[in-house]
Nanobody, 114 residues
Framework: QVQLVESGGGLVQAGGSLRLSCAAS????????MGWYRQAPGKQRDLVALITSGGSTNYADSVKGRFTISRDNAKNTVYLQMNSLKPEDTAVYYC????????WGQGTQVTVSP
C-alpha cells in the first residue's frame, strides 16, 4: 500500500508559478512510475506529466515548455514545477504512483486568475 499526499496548490495570477509536491509513503518509491494529472470542473482527468523510475519524462502538449516534473527518491517525493501559468491550468491536480497497481493522492487545487 502506498499513500500519496500532495501539497503546494493555491491561487496565483496568470504568468505566475507554483511548485507542487507529492510525498509518498513506503520504501519502494524509486521503483514507481510517477505522474501528475489534473481535472477541471465538468471535465475528465487528464495526464499532465509523467516520470518513470528511470527518470524519463513525458508531458501533455498543453504544458510542454512551461511545466517540469522531477523526483527525489531520497525524499520519496515527486515535484511539478509550473511556470507561466494560464487560467486554463485551473484544476485539481492529482499525483499517481504506478507499480502494477495505481495509487492516487487526494488532490490539490490550483487556481489561476486572469
Amino acid at each position: 500500500q502506498v499513500q500519496l499526499v500532495e501539497s503546494g496548490g493555491g491561487l496565483v495570477q496568470a504568468g505566475g508559478s507554483l511548485r507542487l509536491s507529492c510525498a509518498a509513503s513506503g520504501s519502494r518509491f524509486s521503483y514507481f512510475n510517477m505522474g501528475w494529472y489534473r481535472q477541471a470542473p465538468g471535465k475528465q482527468r487528464d495526464l499532465v506529466a509523467l516520470i518513470t523510475s528511470g527518470g524519463s519524462t513525458n508531458y501533455a502538449d498543453s504544458v510542454k515548455g512551461r511545466f517540469t516534473i522531477s523526483r527525489d527518491n531520497a525524499k520519496n517525493t515527486v515535484y511539478l514545477q509550473m511556470n507561466s501559468l494560464k487560467p486554463e491550468d485551473t484544476a485539481v491536480y492529482y499525483c499517481k504512483a504506478t507499480l502494477g497497481y495505481d495509487y492516487w493522492g487526494q488532490g490539490t487545487q490550483v487556481t489561476v486568475s486572469p
